[in-house]
């Protein structure tokens, strides 16, 4: 019953966070000019209600959902609530790949994946196997070695990123763009781009939600329940790898949706992956969504949404940390 | 109103036909990507305050619609819609605008750029390039884009007189003084090799000490300064009360105590917005230049 409330409370949510997108911006439109686009097909303010505003609020929607989906199933690969797509280092190694790819001026598609998202996937995939690998000592996995390690390799990615930016030095936007994130310039391409991506992942993710949940008692134990632990974390380690690859080369490193939505839902809703994919998926989303709202409507012009998600959710993983025995 | 216009439409394009033959003409932009002329644009936004200088200079001026913040001369561009800055354009008031052309520059983002041209915007991006006369390159190509051809030849004219003249009168300087260009911002920022400012340097009969370095804008380094040993400080500045302040500071620096330039006192003051905006008015800029590298040669006229 709690579950039900919570969704019709999202997605009442969801629905309000996208009209209200489509009527803020920089030049006035009201109510009536999107009546008028929708019923009467006037095309006045078509590209920017459907070109700008909208593809904006879904895109900025699909992100903050992938964000969230990405360290729902890292919090729980890695039994820890710490976890998640930026502490790990999966989007600052993203982000490297992606500018590595504009570095080396390549603009190819194969197969229709854009090279930029192949290398964001395979830098940030060679993050997280690294960060994992060296977090384990003599078979014994240590969390506070994992997050240092992830944080370690996280700053060297960046940095590097940075450097490459100052070489090439196109413009300052550019760096800010891919390192604190931003949906100004969004369209229907870079959703047609993130969309299949995230529904596959997502189904992927619901379905073997169930061994997720054994997983958390121990690979042992699951694997006597008849769970192919292995198969099935090769598998996790991939999709959530693969999220957060597919938003950072749309959208650059926006942090923390991925720590602290899931988290947060965790223990609104408890911890059966079956539901907390789905709820962590919309409210990352709606948070993504309402952040950028406030990204481009706080002041003249626009901020990088990392500004708004840090400072919310800054304080919250400090807060995390202080709850830790 | 719609009736008129599309008279309009259909005047222009009879005499349009008449000259090419009935057909639309298609140019390349500096980028490579093809742009459509048709009948000569109404609502004309610039991204740039060197294109916004040099519409205005070709009368142009009424038909632009919207400039960016930073696009303040001549006076009356200050009035004009603002579309955000160089490299945060507003989308939105973009498109609201309704432009039928937009003249960007190789200093816009490449992704806003791209952006653009999904949205089907008339757009024309021009390369600033690296010396003097590519101003007058990029006045002929915004007087062809906006069909304004004979004024831009005008323009140009004038400006390559003005240039030549500059030339001749320092025609017999013997000695190329050593120049640092001090651009304002935190510490010793100069341009390098890649820049029009650098070019304008050596176009005045001056050399510039970081003019080896292969980057446009860079941080040069205290003690390279020292080393090099220039002979004229030249101090960029938005105004007079802005570049006494950078001159106390270079004066008052210890470590720069025995520079040349900083002895003698030759430290001057340069408009930022003439020498830092390819445009006609970089001819100001050149003209100023030489008069403060070779005073001797511009006596008569003082």
Same mark, same amino acid.
């Given at each position: 019953?709690?579950?039900?409330?919570?969704?019709?409370?999202?997605?009442?949510?969801?629905? $309000?966070?996208?009209?209200?997108?489509?009527?803020?911006?920089?030049?006035?439109?009201?109510?009536?000019?999107?009546?008028?686009?929708?019923?009467?097909?006037?095309?006045?303010?078509? &590209?920017?209600?459907?070109? =700008?505003?909208?593809?904006?609020?879904?895109?900025?929607?699909?992100?903050?959902?992938?964000?969230?989906?990405?360290?729902?199933?890292?919090?729980?690969?890695?039994?820890?609530?710490?976890?998640?797509?930026?502490? +790990?280092?999966?989007?600052?190694?993203?982000?490297?790949?992606?500018? =590595?790819?504009?570095?080396?001026?390549?603009?190819?598609?194969?197969?229709?994946?854009? +090279?930029?998202?192949?290398? $964001?996937?395979?830098?940030?995939?060679?993050?997280?196997?690294?960060?994992?690998?060296?977090?384990?000592?003599?078979?014994?996995?240590?969390?506070?070695?994992?997050?240092? &390690?992830?944080?370690?390799?996280?700053?060297?990615?960046?940095?590097? &990123?940075?450097?490459?930016?100052?070489?090439?030095?196109?413009?300052?936007?550019?760096?800010?763009?891919?390192?604190?994130?931003?949906?100004?310039?969004?369209?229907?391409?870079?959703?047609? $781009?993130?969309?299949?991506?995230?529904?596959?992942?997502?189904?992927?993710?619901?379905?073997?939600?169930?061994?997720?949940?054994?997983?958390?008692?121990?690979?042992?134990?699951?694997?006597?329940?008849?769970?192919?632990?292995?198969?099935?974390?090769?598998?996790?380690?991939?999709?959530?790898?693969?999220?957060?690859?597919?938003?950072?080369? +749309?959208?650059?490193?926006?942090?923390?949706?991925?720590?602290?939505?899931?988290?947060?839902?965790?223990?609104?809703?408890?911890?059966?992956?079956?539901?907390?994919?789905?709820?962590?998926?919309?409210?990352?989303?709606?948070?993504?969504?309402?952040?950028?709202?406030?990204?481009?409507?706080?002041?003249?012009?626009?901020?990088?949404?990392?500004?708004?998600?840090? +400072?919310?959710? $800054?304080?919250?993983?400090?807060?995390?940390?202080?709850?830790?025995? | 109103?719609?009736?008129?216009?599309?008279?309009? *439409?259909?005047?222009?394009?009879?005499?349009?036909?008449?000259?090419?033959?009935?057909?639309?003409?298609?140019?390349?932009?500096?980028?490579?990507?093809?742009?459509?002329?048709?009948?000569?644009?109404?609502?004309?936004?610039?991204?740039?305050?060197?294109?916004?200088?040099?519409?205005?200079?070709?009368?142009?001026?009424?038909?632009?619609?919207?400039?960016?913040?930073?696009?303040?001369?001549?006076?009356?561009?200050?009035?004009?819609?603002?579309?955000?800055?160089?490299?945060?354009?507003?989308?939105?008031?973009?498109?609201?605008?309704?432009?039928?052309?937009?003249?960007?520059?190789?200093?816009?983002?490449?992704?806003?750029?791209?952006?653009?041209?999904?949205?089907?915007?008339?757009?024309?991006?021009?390369?600033?390039?690296?010396?003097?006369?590519?101003?007058?390159?990029?006045?002929?190509?915004?007087?062809?884009?906006?069909?304004?051809?004979?004024?831009?030849?005008?323009? *140009?004219?004038?400006?390559?007189?003005?240039?030549?003249?500059?030339?001749?009168?320092?025609?017999? *300087?013997?000695?190329?003084?050593?120049?640092?260009?001090?651009?304002?911002?935190?510490?010793?920022?100069?341009?390098?090799?890649?820049?029009?400012?650098?070019?304008?340097?050596?176009?005045?009969?001056?050399?510039?000490?970081?003019?080896?370095?292969?980057?446009?804008?860079?941080?040069?380094?205290?003690?390279?300064?020292?080393?090099?040993?220039?002979?004229?400080?030249?101090?960029?500045?938005?105004?007079?009360?802005?570049?006494?302040?950078?001159?106390?500071?270079?004066?008052?620096?210890?470590?720069?105590?025995?520079?040349?330039?900083?002895?003698?006192?030759?430290?001057?003051?340069?408009?930022?917005?003439?020498?830092?905006?390819?445009?006609?008015?970089?001819?100001?800029?050149?003209?100023?230049?030489?008069?403060?590298?070779?005073?001797?040669?511009?006596?008569?006229?003082?």
């Amino acid at each position: 019953m709690k579950k039900l409330r919570l969704l019709l409370v999202l997605l009442i949510l969801l629905v $309000a966070g996208i009209l209200i997108s489509l009527l803020e911006g920089p030049v006035e439109t009201n109510f009536n000019d999107l009546w008028n686009l929708i019923i009467n097909n006037d095309s006045t303010f078509r &590209t920017i209600f459907i070109d =700008l505003r909208l593809s904006r609020a879904l895109l900025a929607f699909l992100v903050g959902a992938s964000l969230s989906l990405s360290g729902a199933i890292l919090q729980g690969y890695f039994q820890n609530p710490m976890a998640g797509p930026f502490v +790990v280092g999966v989007s600052s190694g993203a982000s490297f790949g992606a500018v =590595l790819c504009i570095y080396l001026g390549l603009n190819l598609r194969i197969i229709g994946f854009s +090279v930029q998202s192949i290398f $964001a996937f395979a830098s940030g995939f060679a993050i997280v196997s690294l960060v994992y690998l060296l977090s384990q000592r003599k078979g014994v996995f240590k969390v506070e070695t994992l997050l240092l &390690t992830g944080i370690a390799a996280g700053a060297l990615a960046s940095a590097l &990123t940075s450097f490459m930016i100052f070489l090439k030095a196109d413009s300052f936007e550019q760096a800010v763009f891919w390192l604190l994130g931003s949906f100004a310039l969004s369209d229907w391409n870079q959703i047609t $781009a993130v969309l299949p991506y995230f529904f596959l992942c997502f189904i992927i993710a619901q379905w073997l939600a169930k061994d997720m949940n054994l997983l958390v008692l121990g690979d042992d134990v699951a694997q006597s329940l008849g769970c192919p632990v292995s198969g099935v974390r090769k598998t996790f380690l991939a999709i959530s790898t693969f999220l957060a690859a597919s938003s950072v080369s +749309v959208s650059g490193i926006i942090g923390f949706v991925g720590l602290i939505v899931p988290h947060w839902i965790r223990i609104l809703i408890g911890p059966d992956h079956r539901h907390l994919f789905l709820f962590s998926s919309l409210t990352g989303g709606i948070f993504l969504l309402y952040s950028d709202l406030l990204a481009r409507t706080l002041l003249h012009g626009e901020l990088p949404i990392g500004i708004i998600t840090a +400072v919310v959710g $800054a304080p919250f993983f400090i807060y995390l940390l202080s709850q830790r025995k | 109103m719609k009736s008129k216009r599309i008279h309009a *439409v259909f005047l222009l394009f009879s005499i349009n036909a008449v000259l090419l033959g009935n057909q639309q003409k298609t140019i390349k932009d500096d980028l490579g990507f093809p742009f459509v002329m048709t009948s000569p644009p109404q609502r004309i936004i610039s991204l740039a305050p060197n294109i916004t200088e040099i519409l205005f200079d070709l009368d142009l001026g009424e038909k632009v619609v919207g400039v960016t913040r930073y696009c303040d001369f001549p006076e009356k561009a200050l009035k004009k819609e603002k579309i955000g800055g160089l490299v945060d354009l507003n989308l939105e008031k973009i498109i609201a605008l309704k432009p039928d052309l937009i003249i960007g520059f190789r200093g816009n983002p490449l992704r806003i750029i791209e952006r653009l041209r999904g949205l089907h915007l008339p757009l024309f991006v021009l390369e600033m390039g690296t010396n003097l006369e590519t101003v007058f390159i990029v006045i002929e190509k915004i007087g062809t884009i906006t069909q304004n051809d004979k004024k831009a030849d005008i323009l *140009v004219e004038s400006l390559k007189k003005r240039y030549d003249k500059t030339q001749a009168a320092i025609r017999d *300087v013997q000695h190329e003084p050593r120049v640092f260009l001090s651009i304002h911002g935190t510490g010793l920022w100069t341009c390098g090799k890649g820049s029009f400012l650098n070019d304008l340097v050596g176009k005045a009969r001056g050399v510039n000490i970081a003019g080896k370095i292969p980057r446009k804008w860079l941080h040069y380094n205290r003690e390279q300064l020292i080393h090099d040993n220039p002979e004229v400080i030249i101090t960029l500045s938005k105004s007079q009360t802005e570049f006494s302040k950078v001159r106390e500071w270079i004066k008052n620096e210890a470590h720069l105590k025995g520079i040349k330039a900083v002895e003698s006192d030759r430290i001057y003051f340069l408009d930022e917005n003439l020498a830092t905006r390819p445009g006609p008015r970089l001819i100001d800029a050149l003209e100023e230049l030489a008069r403060i590298l070779h005073p001797q040669f511009f006596k008569e006229e003082r």
